[in-house]
């Protein structure tokens, strides 16, 4: 117990036994003693209620553990702070290293995916340049049939963004997803025209078809003016399977064709 704690207590005591001594005495008259019990008993309440120098130092150390624990969450906080972005001048030599890197990763997708647009254009391309596939497989050409406008509907979206050059951006990125697309529809399109053939055809169209095949074939086998004579004939049915919607309208095909009977006749 400090000093000022007994100090405290012992007027406390002091105050208590006066009060219990005039009430014990009566040395003077009743008001006169009321007087002196109240002060004593002021001076009692008074010492009780002072705060000690223990208290004080209670309430200190309080307070200064209270400030401690305060500032020790602020830098806490301040390490967790997430750090400002810097600019791209300010990056470290790891960053620019990785981001270099994952530049290069989008290139080699991106010139992948140029080669896998090439081959679908150029598979697609028979269908359109080779006569035979043109008449075996008309099915290339049904736009009612889901696969072929699922094909047609991402041949379009890759061309749309195809560009000349490698651009790191966002328009890269969907380059190359749209290839994804549209290598799949592909082979669902090609495998749906292979698979049905002629069978998807009214009885004239899969005639018409099988017969042209037939003249190709003897075009193909023969010479001068009678391979020159089948060729026509495989131009006039290839024409009427083209206005009637049986074939896509084929130009180059129909460029050759005339021209290997002109070299027919003159050779």
């Not at 049939?145 to 061309?159: K, N, S, T, V």
């Not at 024409?239 to 009977?261: F, M, N, S, Y």
Request: charged residues 20%.
């Amino acid at each position: 117990m400090s000093r000022a704690t007994q100090i405290r207590v012992g007027t406390v005591a002091a105050a208590a036994a006066g009060v219990i001594a005039l009430a014990a005495t009566r040395p003077v008259s009743a008001v006169p003693l009321l007087v002196c019990f109240a002060v004593l008993l002021g001076i009692a309440a008074v010492a009780a209620a002072w705060p000690g120098v223990d208290d004080i130092s209670v309430e200190a150390a309080q307070l200064r553990r209270d400030s401690e624990a305060r500032a020790a969450i602020r830098t806490d906080s301040g390490r967790h702070r997430t750090p400002t972005p810097q600019s791209p001048h300010s990056q470290s030599p790891h960053s620019q290293s990785s981001h270099s890197q994952s530049s290069q990763t989008r290139r080699h997708r991106w010139d992948r995916a140029c080669t896998h647009h090439d081959g679908v254009l150029a598979a697609y391309g028979a269908y359109e340049l080779d006569p035979a596939m043109l008449l075996r497989y008309p099915g290339m050409w049904d736009l009612s049939a889901q696969e072929i406008m699922d094909f047609h509907d991402a041949l379009e979206l890759a061309g749309t963004l195809r560009t000349e050059q490698f651009t790191d951006d966002s328009i890269c990125q969907e380059y190359i997803d749209s290839i994804a697309i549209l290598r799949s529809a592909w082979h669902r399109a090609d495998r749906f025209a292979r698979s049905t053939g002629t069978s998807q055809l009214g009885d004239d169209d899969a005639r018409d078809c099988r017969r042209a095949l037939k003249l190709l074939d003897h075009a193909n086998g023969t010479a001068g003016a009678e391979r020159a004579a089948y060729l026509q004939q495989v131009i006039s049915t290839v024409d009427r399977l083209t206005e009637r919607g049986i074939v896509a309208k084929a130009p180059t095909i129909h460029a050759a064709l005339e021209a290997q009977a002109r070299k027919a006749l003159s050779a």
